[in-house]
């Protein structure tokens, strides 16, 4: 079957593509192994931070994560004890960009991303009309340890250096802001550009937008295998059809790596699990988006529902919520927040972000094809950024000049 822009893979980073690429006139197919919309993304904790400008690998980090694993009861960073040959490389790699160069080249490119995705969020939601309880109140870093309230102010200074507005608040406006808190969180810091949305409810409008456009879908349709001539792919095969196209967008997420080995290309990237727990019914639901700065977990309120995501452990596959950790976060969440005894649960989940071992996305032309684009390795902001990785395929794809330099993201970096 023959195609024009074949899209592999449809949650954020792909469908986001698809908007993109159809809005610029290009006819696109996509080839989703399950269903689309679904991914890493639907159960995840729905914030669009573009306030969250630091790689992932950034000084210190890899030292606080060992020394987090000594208390395994709350450790928001857990490791797989895996000895094969790439999670080895990778885990070294990622020790190893965990410096200040790392953060030179990262912030810049983290922020141009961020800044053109927020404004990207705003336009899709606006303009296709999309409900998604999408919440602009920003996002609030709690406090409850004075040592890591003075440290968040710390990093709020640091941010505000590179132009993000982060107000701090003491206790008293904090409160005023959200009645709902426990007595003993002292302060937190605010930025307000973050907002959020119901990350289920985008994707599926995003979805179903995108077929309105014309988009084909063919849905538990899992890519199997390529073939290649003179460096250009020129078959993609699937169990019941092979296809064709002029350009082939691989936006597979924590599955990349496998897909392209078979293309000769290495992607480092691993997988780094995550779990939420959705509850219903709140009394006093809160208005903004959170992290629990002590605890390092995210809280989202999306209509009558509020969201509690944490835990990053590298390595891991299996995507079945943890009952262990599930409860843990429930622990957290009433650490913040006074709740009723008993809490209505209506999802608990478990997704994989996709992570690269300096922390930046991949995004860029393959170095080894001619009709390959690569967009993956976006950690924990696969849905931030997906709206500004969706513009800049498109205007790979169509020999445009991108919205910046985006040479930070290539793949080459780990060639
Ligand atoms: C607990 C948690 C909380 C998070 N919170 C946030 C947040 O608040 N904000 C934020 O920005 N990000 C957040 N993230 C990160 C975000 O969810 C990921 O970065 C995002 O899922 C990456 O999107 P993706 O499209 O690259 O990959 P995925 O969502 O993993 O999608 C990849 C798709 O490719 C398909 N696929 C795989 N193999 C094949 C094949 N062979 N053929 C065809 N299709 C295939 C899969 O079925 C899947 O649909 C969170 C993640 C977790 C786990």
């Known amino acids: 079957m023959k195609t024009d822009i074949l899209i592999i893979g449809g949650s954020s980073i792909g469908l986001n593509c698809a908007y993109y690429l159809l809005k610029s006139g290009r006819k696109v197919t996509i080839l989703e192994a399950h269903e689309v919309a679904q991914g890493n993304v639907s159960g995840n904790a729905g914030q669009i931070v573009p306030s969250h400008i630091i790689p992932l690998a950034a000084p210190g980090v890899a030292s606080s994560a060992l020394k987090w694993m000594l208390n395994e009861k709350t450790s928001p960073f857990g490791m797989a004890m895996r000895f094969d040959i790439d999670y080895v490389k990778w885990l070294v790699q990622f020790a190893r960009s965990c410096n200040e160069a790392n953060l030179k080249r990262g912030i810049p490119a983290m922020k141009n991303l961020g800044q053109l995705s927020a404004g990207n969020f705003q336009k899709i939601i606006t303009e296709e009309n999309i409900a998604c309880h999408y919440g602009q109140t920003g996002m609030i870093t709690l406090f409850k340890d004075a040592k890591t309230f003075s440290a968040g102010v710390h990093d709020a200074e ?11 608040l003491d206790k008293t406006a904090l409160h005023a802001l959200e009645p709902n808190l426990q007595n003993d969180v002292i302060g937190g810091t605010h930025c307000k550009q973050d907002c ?14 995108v077929r309105e456009m014309g988009a084909e879908i063919f849905e538990h349709t899992p890519v199997t295998g390529f073939e290649i001539e003179n460096k ?4 993609v095969k699937t169990a019941e059809k092979i296809f064709e196209a002029e350009q082939i967008i691989l936006a597979t997420g924590v599955w990349s790596p496998q897909l392209a080995r078979d293309l000769k290309l290495q992607i480092p990237v691993q997988p780094a699990r995550g779990y939420s727990l959705t509850i219903d019914s709140i009394k006093q ?5 959170f992290t629990l700065g002590d605890r390092h977990v995210a809280v989202t309120p999306f209509g009558n ?6 835990r990053l452990e590298v390595g891991q596959f299996d995507r079945t919520p943890n009952p262990k950790w599930i409860h843990r976060l429930e622990n957290f969440l009433r650490e913040y927040f ?11 989940w478990a997704g994989l972000r996709p992570v690269t071992p300096d922390g930046i996305p991949i995004i860029g032309k393959s170095p080894l094809h ?3 684009i690569v967009a993956t390795g976006h950690a924990m902001l696969g849905l931030t950024l997906g709206p500004a990785t969706g513009q800049i395929v498109s205007e790979l794809v169509n020999g445009k000049d991108t919205a910046f330099d985006i040479s930070p993201f290539a793949l080459e970096r780990f060639m």
């Not at 639901?285 to 988006?289: D, I, R, S, T």
């Not at 006074?338 to 608990?348: A, G, H, Q």
Request: hydrophobic share 45%; no cysteine.
């Open 196 to 209: 959020f949305v119901n990350p289920a409810l985008f994707l599926k409008s995003l979805s179903e937008r």
């Open 370 to 372: 001619t009709n390959l």
């Open 338 to 348: 006074v709740l009723d005894e008993k809490i209505n649960i209506v999802e608990t």
């Open 285 to 289: 639901m809160p208005q903004h988006a």
């Open 158 to 168: 640091v941010l505000q250096t590179h132009g993000i507005a982060v107000q701090v």
């Open 305 to 310: 529902l509020l969201r509690v995501t944490g």
């Open 232 to 235: 250009k792919i020129t078959k």
